[in-house]
């Protein structure tokens, strides 16, 4: 099959970018959407010209270092999948594919297709911790967990890191990131100790870089490639409300 | 030169304990003078880096990914294995290091292996404390469940996403290091060559991946935690960064590679479709608790799966290996689908695969427990295939997964270059010729949380009078410069062939000729494939670009150079090796009924190689095998 690729390019973070159109031929339907952009690359190279800088490294969807606006859409057009999930099976042949890197102020780019979310590493070394240091640890079956506790906490602890809830959010909310993680740690008794000091720490980390908040459209838990609820949002304002009224 | 394993003296329940008695202790006023670099940070390198901090080190930590959790620990899907015996079925500290020295088919030294056994409970403890969402039972106790080559349940796992949660939890608390200003963290930054002064391992000459620049940094001693090499094959389970260089300029400059060509072949990973393919998706072995695995009886049969009758069925592992079926360890199984795919009985449009059917569990235990225990792997299965597993069987095939070889250490982590250390996959210890699985998150973390941070202390209390190294000791400026001349050398190159054509032909001789089967011949021949294809690859390899950007072409093709002289290296040592033992199958040395004939009177001993200017050295740790006596290892 044959795609053109509209892709976004941008030499670094002060360049103006622009979109720049390659058209790809011999593709298959079970290659991936990054090998069809690997084999651009190579056509590149071939041609002289410098290659597009993207990301990936596991390719399997689970380290959430992928991920890119394809048609407008956060990993493409499925939903809850990675950008290495996808692949090309998913577009016609002779399509145009318009290629994006994440737009959110607190995700500067770097390069084409690239950005910098270092942001959400620093909201989580405001607090998303126990702080418990090695060797101090009780027998693990001391503290029984119900099953329905640790799937919960599980469901929200699944969240890979992608920034594609950022991506797709209109007010570029990291709230669903955010929430996940509280949620995550504040559930399993372990976390208990820490909880409010760690919903107060990672809520003013996140405002402090630049990300929106939540207006309720939804569009992240349809992206994220997780399927994280949205409803850690709403469990994060409520343990937040119920924090300012009753201490 | 000969080889002190370090091993303490005592029964093997004490080694560990005599050790710690005698090791050199540092006094916490001390240890903040004391700086450590750490290249990596998955599993390993994220534990070794908290730990280390935590006791009060001054500690560097560097990754190539944009951040710490993005390390391929996160993609191990299964569990992890520890002797606790909450299933009550017989399971004890010494089972399990049995089970382990067994499965690696006697090629590993006894006192690491039992180590990793002996701190294996601590570590689930650990990792409960740290926040990680393990199963549980109604009740609120853990579950566990069984892998390959044992018989009891020992595995704990969370989800399929076992590795991640692992992972996410030490980079929880790597970053908990970080916000404290105990670490200083490097995402982002590739190590590109290892520096030595009078002999000790002093620092690091890095490439920052953004601005493309090289870096000096000096520390009291080095770490690397970088992970497995199997992207030697380039088709293989891991991901497309991990790569073997940190391992390679640290065996140039001294550090012995024990046992390069023990690699494992994962038998449960989606099947290659087409040459484009930069990546084999694992299914966790896990799925072999419940997925019965079969090719048709018939040959070439085009039937679909559904209408072929059970009688018509060949559950080969099943058929073969009676006591532990399905469950037999990996090497074995792949080496069976191997054998059942060259017969002419695969299936799939290419015929390269075989079938992991889960109907009859489906049957037994009902649709909800199987999508409880698998659903995400499931999921995973339909996203890349679009098939439905749940209603026809999957496809599956053997893929290039772990390196149970690598950097030759002590019973301290140390390498053969006092200073260098080397935790997780990218040492040679306790997995022997074939790794168990559940074993790979284990090893890796009490390497990063247990053991190094109980050995280092031993080097670095010598080191607290020496005065600290500064990056502008003339080996800090050779190794720069020499770093810098091998960039430029690709750089103008300016050949007519991509990084991605020399790393497709590499894979192939490689899974043809030093995968799960090996010949002589065959080893000779790819040897000098490999030779004729480095020359190639430094006369009419293309790189644009420059260096001095974010150049994702200009990385491929540094770490592509070292996978070509590792290659050839791999294929020397599988070649030395006149025995069949675990993934290493030598087709000359086979039983009558096709199983691995292991020579214990030969080759009971690890090879550790030397680097003699484009040469290797052999020198051979002999194994003593002072608790147990090896046996023919059967699982029939």
């Keep these: 099959m044959k795609v053109t690729f509209k892709i976004w390019r941008q030499e670094n973070p002060n360049a103006k970018g622009d979109f720049k159109s390659y058209e790809v031929d011999g593709l298959t339907e079970d290659m991936s959407f990054l090998e069809a952009l690997d084999q651009l690359n190579e056509e590149l ?98 503290i029984p967990i119900p099953k329905e506790i640790a799937d919960k906490a599980m469901d929200a602890a699944a969240c890979i890191g992608c920034g594609a809830c950022v991506a797709s959010c209109k007010n570029s909310s990291a709230m669903l990131f955010t929430s996940a993680k509280i949620n995550h740690l504040n559930s399993l008794p372990q976390g208990k100790a820490e909880s409010s000091n760690r919903l107060n720490q990672m809520t003013y980390q996140m405002d402090l870089e630049g990300f929106g908040n939540c207006t309720n459209t939804g569009a992240c838990e349809i992206e994220c490639p997780e399927g994280i609820s949205i409803k850690n949002i709403a469990e994060m304002n409520a343990a937040w409300m119920k924090q300012k009224l009753f201490g | ?41 998955g599993l390993s390198g994220a534990g070794a880096a908290a730990t280390l901090a935590e006791l009060g080190y001054d500690i560097k930590c560097f990754c190539y990914q944009d951040s710490a959790r993005r390390a391929h620990s996160v993609a191990a899907q299964g569990g992890i294995n520890a002797a606790k015996n909450y299933q009550h079925d017989g399971d004890s500290v010494y089972r399990m290091f049995y089970d382990t020295l067994k499965g690696g088919d006697f090629r590993s030294r006894e006192a690491n292996t ?150 494992q072949i994962h038998p449960t990973a989606l099947p290659q479709s087409s040459d484009a393919q930069s990546k084999l998706t694992l299914m966790s072995e896990s799925l072999r608790n419940d997925g019965r695995i079969w090719v048709p009886k018939q040959k070439e049969d085009s039937r679909k799966p559904k209408d072929i009758p059970e009688e018509e069925r060949d559950y080969y592992l099943e058929r073969r290996y009676p006591s532990f079926g399905n469950l037999a360890p990996r090497d074995i199984a792949s080496r069976a689908a191997k054998e059942r795919i060259d017969a002419g009985f695969g299936v799939g449009r290419l015929k390269n695969a075989v079938y992991l059917d889960f109907k009859h569990a ?46 030759w250490v002590d019973y301290e982590l140390m390498t053969t270059i006092p200073g260098l250390y080397a935790v997780g996959e990218c040492n040679f210890s306790d997995h022997g010729a074939n790794r168990l699985g559940a074993n790979s998150l284990l090893q890796a973390s009490v390497d990063g949380y247990f053991i190094l941070p109980n050995t280092i202390n031993n080097y670095l209390a010598d080191e607290i009078k020496a005065d600290s190294p500064t990056t502008d000791h003339p080996e800090f400026n050779k190794a720069e410069k020499e770093a810098q001349t091998h960039i430029d050398k690709i750089l103008s190159i300016n050949g007519t062939k991509t990084v991605d054509h020399f790393h497709r032909e590499l894979g192939k001789i490689m899974w043809q000729e030093c995968a799960m089967s090996r010949t002589k011949e065959g080893l000779e021949k790819a040897i000098e494939q490999i030779k004729t294809l480095k020359d190639d690859f430094w006369n009419d390899v293309k790189v644009t670009g420059n260096q001095n950007e974010m150049n994702t072409e200009l990385e491929k093709a540094y770490r592509l150079a070292d996978f070509i002289e590792l290659g050839i290296l791999m294929c020397t040592d599988a070649l030395q090796r006149d025995e069949s033992c675990g993934a290493h199958f030598r087709e000359e040395f086979q039983t009558d009924e096709g199983e691995a004939l292991r020579v214990d009177e030969t080759y009971s001993y690890v090879s550790a190689w030397e680097y003699n200017k484009g040469e290797f050295n052999l020198h051979k740790e002999h194994l003593e095998f002072e608790f147990v006596k090896p046996t023919v290892r059967s699982y029939k």
Excluded at chain 2, 243 to 254: T, V
Excluded at chain 2, 365 to 385: A, P, V
Aim: net charge positive.
């Design chain 1, 45 to 142: 190279v071939l041609k002289d010209e410098k290659v597009i800088a993207y990301e990936y490294d596991c390719r399997e969807g689970i380290c959430g270092q992928c991920g890119v606006f394809i048609d407008g859409r956060a990993h493409g057009p499925h939903a809850n999948i990675t950008t290495c999930q996808l692949h090309m099976r998913s577009f016609e042949d002779g399509q145009t594919i318009t290629v994006e890197p994440w737009r959110a102020k607190a995700f500067p780019i770097i390069k084409d297709l690239v950005v910098d979310r270092s942001a959400f590493d620093r909201i989580i070394e405001s607090g998303a911790y126990i702080s418990s240091k090695t060797g101090t640890a009780p027998e693990a079956n001391s």
């Design chain 2, 114 to 263: 039992y180590r990793l056994a002996e701190l294996s409970a601590p570590l689930i403890d650990h990792f409960v404390q740290q926040g990680v969402p393990f199963a549980r039972e109604y009740g609120g106790t853990l579950v566990n469940r069984s892998f390959g080559g044992v018989q009891v349940q020992r595995t704990f796992y969370a989800r399929g996403q076992t590795g991640q949660q692992l992972l996410l939890a030490s980079y929880s608390q790597l970053y908990k290091m970080i916000h404290a200003k105990k670490v200083q963290m490097f995402p982002r930054s590739e190590m590109i060559d290892l520096v030595v002064i009078n002999g000790k391992a002093k620092g690091i000459i890095v490439r920052n991946l953004v601005t493309g620049k090289l870096e000096r940094y000096a520390a009291d001693a080095v770490v690397l935690a970088t992970g497995g090499y199997s992207r030697v094959f380039r088709l293989s389970t891991l991901a497309i960064g991990c790569n073997g260089s940190a391992l390679w300029k640290a065996h140039k400059k001294g550090a012995f590679f024990a046992a390069p060509s023990f690699t």
């Design chain 2, 1 to 41: 030169m000969h080889l002190n394993s370090k091993v303490p003296e005592g029964s093997l329940e004490k080694k560990w304990q005599n050790y710690q008695l005698k090791s050199q202790l540092i006094n916490p006023a001390n240890k903040k003078k004391l700086s450590v670099i750490v290249v990596g940070s």
């Design chain 2, 362 to 407: 489906i049957e037994k235990f009902g649709l909800e427990t199987i999508k409880d225990r698998y659903g995400n792997l499931f999921n995973m299965y339909k996203k890349i295939t679009g098939i439905d597993a749940y209603t026809t069987p999957m496809l599956i095939s053997p893929a290039a997964h772990f390196s149970m070889g690598g950097l």
